[in-house]
């Protein structure tokens, strides 16, 4: 599965049924309240009330985040839990903790967990949070494999592949070097010149009138989504 697809099927996910939560609490009022909110929210919510069986669901539903209570039953507590499951796996951490345990939100932080919220939390600043965190590692996971969107467009720059509404369209080289140049100085008016210096190679010697006749190829292969507009007397500028 190419990047731009994972991509996109993360953010279809997180759009449409907001992925799935574990949340592993032994406390099950706490559990059923914070299940409740998130479900409410869009989220698909399992429960784990030991460790055991948090890492064994992790193992199995591959979630999109997990709250992880520090006071487990049983051989493992949160931390244990947050230990195994960081050798593994970046999946997004947020530890629940005591009021009076400071410290246990500093080791927290420490052996990986992304965020830490005091109990008792009102359900609405959890569902806050969990957002929060999924937009950020959503970024995050963009600019670690170098995707550019653009409206309905996706570009992968690693894959050199590009996408409409999810559907690949075959660019040729040259038009995918000019769409990538032009993508990455959203807004910038660019000459001619600088586009076929940056797009095709600083020794290019050749019409300028190129350039026109690939924008015009990008315009007609990518749709409406492509903001590529005219600066007249100076070149090209995508908004
Ligand atoms: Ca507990």
């Given at each position: 599965m190419t990047a731009y697809v994972k991509c996109a099927r993360l953010l279809e996910k997180m759009s449409s049924d907001g992925g799935s939560v574990i949340i592993v609490e032994d406390d099950s009022n706490i559990a059923d309240l914070a299940s409740a909110y998130l479900s409410k929210a869009g989220y698909s919510v399992r429960q784990a009330g030991d460790g055991a069986r948090a890492l064994d669901l992790c193992r199995t539903q591959n979630p999109c985040l997990v709250i992880l209570d520090?006071?487990?039953?049983?051989?493992?507590d949160g931390f244990e839990v947050c230990r195994t499951l960081r050798a593994t796996s970046d999946v997004p951490i947020i530890i629940l903790t005591a009021r009076s345990d400071e410290i246990d939100r500093i080791v927290g932080l420490e052996i990986g967990a992304d965020d830490y919220i005091v109990k008792p939390f009102s359900p609405r600043e959890l569902v806050a949070r969990v957002k929060a965190i999924l937009r950020r590692s959503t970024r995050m996971a963009d600019s670690s494999s170098r995707i550019i969107h653009i409206n309905d467009i996706t570009i992968d720059m690693d894959a050199r592949s590009v996408a409409v509404s999810g559907s690949e369209v075959h660019l040729t080289s040259r038009e995918f070097d000019l769409l990538v140049f032009i993508a990455m100085r959203r807004g910038v008016a660019l000459s001619r010149r600088q586009l076929l210096n940056g797009?095709?190679?600083?020794s290019w010697i050749g019409d300028e009138r190129t350039v026109d006749v690939h924008v015009r190829q990008l315009r007609k292969k990518l749709?409406?989504?492509?903001?590529?507009h005219t600066v007249w007397g100076v070149g090209y500028r995508l908004d």
């Open positions: 520090i006071g487990l039953p049983g051989d493992l797009a095709w190679s600083n749709g409406d989504g492509l903001n590529i």
